[in-house]
């Protein structure tokens, strides 16, 4: 198993720019995929970023597209996500995922498949 720790959230103006950070520990995080997730008040929770095990793939929802960038450091066991640009509807508590890396890629952005979670930092975004 893996334990995840997210950070890097804060208040902010529209316009600027975060970066959160997923720090693991437990099994080796070279042998998971690792993904972000946000929910806020009132709404579902939803796919936001997704990196593979390698850092070979990489998967934007279409509004973080041209916006955030997710990367990830193996030897330092982490996992980052830049924001840039940042709007109001991006206020949300943002969570870290890992699972498996045998588990296919092609299902990154449904939450059900990820096994481990952190417990989440919160963004807020003021117009």
């Known amino acids: 198993q893996v334990q995840l720790v997210e950070s890097g959230g804060g208040l902010v103006q529209a316009g600027d720019s975060l970066r959160l950070s997923c720090a693991a520990s437990g099994r080796p995080f070279s042998s998971y995929s690792v993904g972000w997730f946000r929910q806020a008040p009132g709404k579902e929770r939803e796919f936001v970023s997704a990196i593979s095990w390698t850092g070979g793939s990489t998967a934007y929802t279409d509004s973080a597209k041209g916006r955030f960038t997710i990367s990830r450091d193996n030897t330092k066991n982490t996992v980052s996500l830049q924001m840039n640009s940042l709007k109001p509807e991006d206020t949300a508590v943002y969570y870290c995922?890992?699972?498996?890396?045998?588990?296919?890629?092609?299902?990154?952005?449904?939450?059900?498949?990820?096994?481990?979670w952190g417990q989440g930092t919160q963004v807020t975004v003021s117009s």
């Open positions: 995922a890992a699972r498996a890396a045998s588990v296919s890629w092609s299902v990154y952005d449904r939450s059900n498949v990820y096994a481990y």
